[in-house]
């Protein structure tokens, strides 16, 4: 979602725009003669294609300033030779990238990949010049709005036997609301359809008024289940309609940003997340013999310390020198809550300390239905541990991913720490006061 007035702050000048994902992966490079003009021109109505499919993925523009449109050249060839975004890559070749089709001609719609566009009555989105985190997508796409991935015809006025489709096992394992079997009204799938149809065109504000409406009824109607699934949907909503940020930038800044970059890829991709780790939360806990024990919470947005958004926590439940229980009671605390407001939730957490720490924090998230990917890191060796798995992570000293997570424990001791000394400092003033 773009905000009109932060595009007023670009100037009406040469230079060159760099467009981000919300990893702050650059994902295009253009030149212009007026900034302005033509970075707005990405987000009229009536885009072509290419251009809404670099629109979906952009969170972040950069710019850099240029005397002329000739040094605007020369420095977008240099940062496209350098970084060689995929946009940029795609639309210079002349392969056929595959789109999104929603066959709204069907009685019971699917979406499903293709590379033919066909005046066919059909809704289609892209092109995705990369197949993988498409595909990705769409598995999540699946689960959350049950469209039926299979390829069999009919229509609702004349359905398959059953003895054909009662073994389905898309509707057995949940995959499919069973249209083929009667399971679904065409106008409640219809429905559902729609809700995906808002998602894809982007059209998040509208989305989320809806389901709004939805869990409210819900409520109303004292279906909890319900109401809480459609709460965990804002909440993922929310973080994808991310408000597009506008910033100069210097050239010689690309280098330290890139850097950031290429440690969340190698985070996600050694830690095996879904998506990248933009936001870590980081928790330690400190006390001297189980006195003034407390516990601290940080919070690293795209690798840097993001300082409005950490808490500290007075141990409640508690009692002598026990970090384990500490954490999971501050884990706790801090997810109930987040959890109760509808708060945005971290892509990754990472502990303080080894594996029962580690499965302190699990058995918290448990007791709260909370899927967050975490780990524990442990002084000393370094080692990085995770659920499920028996031996630790060790990555090499200079491993990017493990600087970030460092620093991420380490500022997490430091406010720890700062909290208790602070504490400690009260008491004896309090004491001596007495």
């Known amino acids: 979602m773009i905000d009109r007035n932060r595009l007023r702050e670009l100037p009406h000048s040469p230079g060159v725009y760099i467009y981000r994902n919300g990893g702050g992966k650059i994902i295009y490079i253009g030149k212009a003669n007026n900034l302005r003009r033509r970075v707005t021109s990405y987000f009229r109505a009536d ?24 040094e605007a050249l020369v420095i977008e060839r240099q940062l496209i030779n350098r970084y060689k975004p995929y946009y940029n890559s795609m639309w210079r070749d002349d392969k056929s990238y595959p789109y999104l089709k929603l066959s709204l001609n069907e009685d019971f719609p699917r979406l499903f990949f293709t590379r ?9 989105f892209g092109p995705y010049p990369q197949l993988g985190p498409i595909k990705n997508t769409l598995r999540w796409l699946q689960k959350m709005f049950g469209w039926r991935p299979c390829a069999l ?16 096992l898309y509707f057995q394992t949940g995959r499919c609301p069973g249209p083929c079997m009667g399971k679904i009204s065409p106008e409640d799938y219809r429905k559902q359809i729609n809700e995906l149809r808002l998602f894809l065109k982007g059209k998040y504000s509208n989305l989320k008024r809806l389901w709004e409406q939805e869990m409210q009824h819900a409520s109303h109607e004292l279906n909890y289940e319900k109401a809480a699934s459609l709460r965990d949907r804002i909440i993922t909503l929310e973080r994808i309609d991310e408000k597009i940020t506008v910033r100069e930038l210097k050239p010689e800044d690309l280098a330290a940003s890139l850097k950031i970059t290429e440690a969340l890829e190698e985070l996600k991709n050694v830690l095996g997340l879904a998506q990248l780790p933009v936001i870590i939360e980081g928790f330690d806990i400190s006390n001297i013999s189980g006195t003034e024990s407390v516990g601290s919470m940080v919070r690293f947005h795209n690798a840097r310390p993001d300082k409005d958004n950490y808490r500290r926590f007075k141990i409640r439940t508690i ?25 945005m939730l971290p892509d990754l957490i990472l502990i303080d300390g080894g594996k029962s720490q580690l499965s302190a924090a699990m058995e918290a998230m448990g007791s709260l239905k909370l899927k967050i990917p975490t780990v524990s890191l ?27 997570l460092q620093a991420v424990r380490d500022e997490a001791h430091r406010f720890a720490i700062s909290y208790h000394r602070l504490r400690r400092s009260r008491n004896m003033l309090n004491a001596a006061t007495k």
Do not use: W
Request: hydrophobic content about 35%; some cysteine; aromatic content about 6%.
């Open 319 to 343: 009692t002598g020198s026990n970090d384990v229980a500490m954490i999971k009671e501050v884990v706790y605390r801090r997810y109930r809550r987040l959890s109760d407001e509808e708060k």
């Open 47 to 70: 885009a072509e294609p290419k251009v809404r499919a670099i629109v979906r993925s952009l969170r972040h523009i950069d710019y850099v300033l240029a005397l002329n449109e000739n």
């Open 153 to 168: 015809e009919f229509d609702s006025g004349l359905l398959p036997p059953l003895n054909k489709v009662k073994s389905c």
């Open 116 to 124: 033919k566009l066909a005046q066919d009555g059909s809704e289609y």
């Open 378 to 404: 442990a002084k000393k060796q370094e080692e990085i541990y995770m659920p499920g798995q028996p031996a630790p992570l060790k990555l090499p000293r200079n491993s990017p991913a493990l600087h970030t």
